[in-house]
Structure formats: structure tokens, C-alpha cells
């Protein structure tokens, strides 16, 4: 089905078709239209006319309004202030909207086919190391992106740039040659089940042991550079050793990832490892067309903008002296293959704000070389810090890094407790008291990340995450499983539209919110910013909650006035449905 015009789109017309025939001299002049808590819409655009045209505003407004026909769209024009327009669209048009809307699965929402391919990169975690709560933000901020620039029409193609290559390999490797079962498995046979807790249990074992011989013995760290050198000239039996390290670090990644409800899959992951062939030909690309040039023996990029403390310029290091590669030749090979055999048409980044300065630089040295132009762009979609409660960076008691999967497992503990609560009144099973635990404690995490502007920091507060009150996924979860309630228990009656009735306030707002949808969509994917998103939905479940307390759904006056009640919750329920699977956050029908 066809996209569904927005009131706003179709009253903006209208008024641009006032405009054309009272005021032909203006030309294409925009009404500027905005939502308004004076009357629905209102346009303030003809004072700006004004000004141009050297006339009066109100009685250019006047002009305009007369020159508007009559139709089924809009009520009424009041001509307000020195020359707003305050107009209210007539209940049939909002009710008539909403039913061309609800019969489409997409919810009216457009779909441009014509789109681009935007390669995201996000969740990158680092292979032999434990995933902290660091690693929270990139996964759920980019999961959100992926869902929502996909249901907009975009080709999404995923990339998950893992640490998977760097001088710890080569202590890691001759370490596991000298001890050659400490990545064994309890579980024996080729179809034994390994949990992630316990490859990362070896993995730690092994890290920790590996790292105290390297500094403490001489002979063991000299074995293990050379390691090193074995594993960048691709010597066989050092690659298959670094190759088990990835693939029991992907044992725990997935753990990890499943346990956050995330669709990682192995064709996504592309790590650091993933463009060593492409690194010579990346410096010899960059210093034979000048882009880059030799200082000190290392291949530097420079910048006007970017100098030390010193004042003096600090380089973007793309080849150290010593003739090894840093992150740079890494990221600028990544832009290269992601650009010319993914054929991107957006590079999209979701990475932390304190790597802000380092993307700059690569993403201008890029364009120097003309991997990046005006058809071929790249944008980091930085994030903030997770916060504890007093403020400061989230540390553990000790000090320490939290842990994503103890964390994780305290919020679905919490949102459990919470479920339990109302397990006699939802009437809900121990099975299904148990999988909305999760749906919960996880739709919380996410929801908290979400709904803060990912640049600013955060504060991790598990209560008021799984709090039923506020702006929280708990929230807008409860509102669905609502409707579904309602839907249940009103057994005489469909969702059917009625645009012959006369709404109340409250179904207006409702109605107006819903229309609204495609909009803030197309916003949240322009923007990158899916906090706007959850924003939307927040302030839907509000509307729905003052929508409750003034008009009964089941104990309704009419039969027509309890269908139209029925089809303005099923429509909200699916609105919010649509948009927390978006957010990467499940509904559960009883809660």
C-alpha cells in the first residue's frame, strides 16, 4: 500500500494552495506549519510573506483564508496575533486518516525504495576480553539504527569491527602453545554445548596467567614479540591458535548478544583482522597522491586544526616508524572496502565521544583521497558515558569495569520481582512470569540508553528503570498489555472507524499523536537521534493514559462510540508495538 499523507502534509497543502491563488506574487512561499496548544496546527509563515510583500500580515492572513475553499479537511482558520493562522482539522479528517493508516501493515509509514546502503558499525567488542558495560551503548544505539533505517527503505549492511588483532595475540598464543589445554571444555564431542560463561572463564584464566609470565619473565616476553611476527607474516599454525581465540571469544560474544536480544550473525563480523591485506596498499595509496607524508620515519596525515598542547600539529599516524599499522590504516581500509565493494552510499559509526577527534581526522584524510565525497558519506553517531548513581563513571564497589552480563542479569532479576507482583491479577503463568522478566529487565537497559540523547551521558538506576511510573519501556510495555487486556475482555464489539462521531479532547490528542508516527520516523532516521523516537512513544502511552481517564473503552455510551474507542486503542497498540521493536524492545501481550 501507498503511504498515508499526514494531516500536517494535507493541511500544509491546503494552505499552500491558499497562498498561490490569494497571493500569486509569492511564489512557492512555505506556510510553516507547526503543531500548536492554541488549536491544532498553526502557520506562521505570512508574516515572513509579509515583510517581502511590504503589506500588512493580517490582512494578507485574511486573504489567504478566504481564497481556501471549502473542504472536508479543515474546521477552522482563525486569523490570530499580527497574522497566525490557528487551524483545526474537523474530527471526520483525523478519524478518516487513522483508518487509511490502520489498514496498512506499515502503518502508513513511507518506504523509499530508492534509498541508499548505510554500512553501520557498532558492537565491537574486543576478542580474549570480557564485554563491560562500556560496550552497552554501541550494541543498542546501533541495533536501534539498523531496525529503524531499514523499516524507512535504507539497504543496511551490518559490520561488527572486533579487536581481533594487536600485540596481545602474540602473548596469548605462545602462552597457549606452551599450555596447550587451557582452552579446553568441561563438555566433550563434537555437538557439546559450551556456555558463554565458561569461554569466557577461559579466556579470563588464560589472559591473566598469560599477562603475569609476560611481565615477569624475560625469556617468555621475548618469545612472545616474536610471536607476533609470526602471526602478521600469516605463519599457519600461529593463525589457526589466533583463530581459536575468535572463535571462543564469538562463544561469548553471542551469549552476550542473545541474552540483550540482539540478531548478531557471523557474516557481520568483520574485525580488524578482516582488512590486513588492504593496509600496504592503503599507505601507498595516501603517500603517492600526497594525502600522506613521511615524518620521522612514520606516514602522518596533518591538519590546520588539530595541534597538541605544544601548539605544534599532531598527526594522524597511519604507518608507525618501526613500519607496523595502527587503528588509522585499519579504519581508512574499512572506509575503502565498505565504500568500493559495499558500495555505501553512508558510512554510519556508532562509537564513543572520546574517539570524536580520531574519526574527524580519518574521515577528512578519506576525503582527501576521494574515497569520501559529496555521493559518499560518513557520520559518527558518538555516544556518552553510563553513569552510577552518584555521577561518576559506573564502577564496581572494587573499582572495577562493571560486567555487561552482570549487569544485565541484575535487571531482569528486578524486572522479575516486578512482574511477580502482578502475576495474579495479569494472570500469568511461572513460564510467563519468567520470559517478561527478561522482556523487561532487558526492554529497561535499552529503553534508558535510548531515550537519552546518545551524546549526553547517563545514569544507570535500575529502579527507576524498572519503574512503573515515568519514562520508562516498563511504561509503554504496561500501556500495550492494556489494550491487549481491553481487547480481551470486550467480547460485543471490532475496532471500527467511525468518522461521523464527534471526538472528545482527548481522542483528538490521541488521534493527532498517532497521525504523527511517519513523521517523527522520518525524523529519528534523517537525524540518527532514536531518542526522538522513544520520545514519541512516551508521550503516546501519556496520551493514551489521559485518553483512559476521560473515555471508557468497555463501559462506552454507543455501540458506534465503543467500535471507535476500540479502533482508536488497537491503533495505538500497534503504533506502540511498531515502535518499541524498532527500539529493539519486545511487548508482551499480559503484563
Not at 443 to 458: I, P
Request: negative net charge; contains cysteine; proline residues 3%.
Amino acid at each position: 500500500m501507498a503511504s498515508v499523507p499526514s494531516l500536517a502534509s494535507t493541511v500544509q497543502q491546503r494552505l499552500a494552495e491558499g497562498l498561490s491563488a490569494a497571493l500569486p506574487e509569492a511564489g512557492s512561499a512555505d506556510p510553516l506549519l507547526r503543531r500548536s496548544d492554541r488549536a491544532d496546527f498553526q502557520a506562521n509563515g505570512i508574516l515572513a510573506l509579509a515583510k517581502q510583500l511590504k503589506g500588512n500580515p493580517r490582512e494578507l492572513a485574511t486573504k489567504v483564508v478566504e481564497a481556501i475553499p471549502a473542504n472536508d479537511v479543515l474546521k477552522d482558520i482563525e486569523v490570530s496575533g499580527p497574522g497566525f493562522l490557528n487551524i483545526t482539522v474537523s474530527d471526520a479528517a483525523i478519524v478518516n486518516t487513522l483508518a487509511a493508516r490502520a489498514a496498512d501493515d506499515r502503518l502508513g509509514v513511507p518506504f523509499n525504495a530508492s534509498a541508499g546502503t548505510t554500512v553501520i558499525d557498532y558492537a565491537q567488542p574486543n576478542v580474549a576480553k570480557e564485554m563491560h558495560v562500556g560496550h552497552l551503548r554501541s550494541a543498542v544505539i546501533g541495533a536501534a539504527m539498523v531496525e529503524i533505517l531499514e523499516f524507512t527503505g535504507e539497504t543496511v549492511v551490518r559490520r561488527h569491527h572486533i579487536g581481533d588483532w594487536g600485540t596481545q595475540f602474540g602473548m596469548l598464543i605462545q602462552y597457549l602453545i606452551e599450555h596447550p589445554h587451557e582452552l579446553d571444555h568441561k563438555a566433550e564431542g563434537a555437538d557439546a554445548e559450551v556456555s558463554g560463561e565458561e569461554a569466557m572463564s577461559n579466556l579470563n584464566r588464560l589472559y591473566k596467567a598469560s599477562r603475569a609470565l609476560f611481565d615477569s619473565d624475560e625469556e617468555f616476553k621475548t618469545r612472545a614479540r616474536a610471536r607476533v611476527v609470526d602471526l602478521q607474516a600469516g605463519d599457519e599454525e600461529t593463525l589457526a591458535l589466533w583463530q581459536r581465540f575468535v572463535d571462543e571469544s564469538k562463544i561469548y560474544f553471542y551469549s552476550v548478544f542473545e541474552k540483550l536480544d540482539m540478531d548478531i550473525r557471523d557474516p557481520d563480523i568483520v574485525g580488524e583482522s578482516g582488512y590486513n591485506d588492504m593496509l600496504q596498499e592503503t599507505c601507498r595509496l595516501l603517500e603517492e597522491s600526497g594525502v600522506a607524508v613521511r615524518s620521522e620515519g612514520a606516514l602522518c596525515v596533518f591538519f590546520d586544526d588539530v595541534k597538541g598542547p605544544d601548539g605544534n600539529p599532531v598527526p594522524l599516524i597511519v604507518q608507525k616508524s618501526d613500519g607496523g599499522f595502527g587503528y588509522a590504516a585499519t579504519d581508512l581500509s574499512a572506509i575503502r572496502d565498505r565504500v568500493q565493494n559495499l558500495k555505501a552510499s553512508t558510512l554510519l559509526y556508532v562509537v564513543d565521544a572520546r574517539q570524536s577527534l580520531h574519526f574527524k581526522m580519518v574521515f577528512e584524510t578519506a576525503r582527501r583521497a576521494g574515497w569520501l565525497n559529496d555521493e559518499v558519506k560518513a557520520h559518527q553517531l558518538a555516544f556518552g558515558t553510563v553513569l552510577g548513581k552518584d555521577g561518576k563513571p559506573f564502577k564496581t564497589r572494587e573499582g572495577e569495569t562493571v560486567r555487561l552480563v552482570d549487569l544485565l542479569d541484575e535487571a531482569i532479576e528486578r524486572a522479575t520481582a516486578v512482574v511477580s507482583e502482578k502475576k495474579e491479577k495479569a494472570g500469568l503463568s511461572d513460564e510467563e512470569v519468567v520470559e517478561n522478566g527478561r522482556y523487561v529487565g532487558i526492554g529497561a537497559v535499552k529503553y534508558a540508553d535510548l531515550s537519552t540523547s546518545a551524546v549526553r551521558d547517563y545514569k544507570f538506576d535500575l529502579d527507576q528503570m524498572v519503574s512503573l511510573n515515568g519514562d520508562t519501556s516498563v511504561y509503554l510495555q504496561y500501556a500495550y498489555a492494556r489494550i491487549q487486556s481491553i481487547k480481551r475482555n470486550v467480547t460485543d464489539a471490532e475496532p471500527t472507524a467511525h468518522p461521523e462521531l464527534e471526538l472528545a479532547p482527548a481522542e483528538r490528542a490521541l488521534g493527532l499523536h498517532l497521525d504523527q508516527f511517519g513523521a517523527a520516523l522520518a525524523e529519528v532516521a534523517e537525524e540518527y537521534a532514536p531518542h526522538k523516537l522513544a520520545a514519541y512513544l512516551y508521550q503516546l502511552a501519556s496520551h493514551l493514559t489521559a485518553f483512559y481517564d476521560q473515555c471508557p473503552v468497555m463501559k462506552a455510551e454507543t455501540q458506534e462510540l465503543k467500535e471507535n474507542r476500540l479502533f482508536l486503542v488497537d491503533l495505538t497498540a500497534r503504533t506502540l508495538h511498531q515502535g518499541m521493536a524498532l527500539l529493539g524492545i519486545r511487548t508482551p501481550e499480559r503484563l
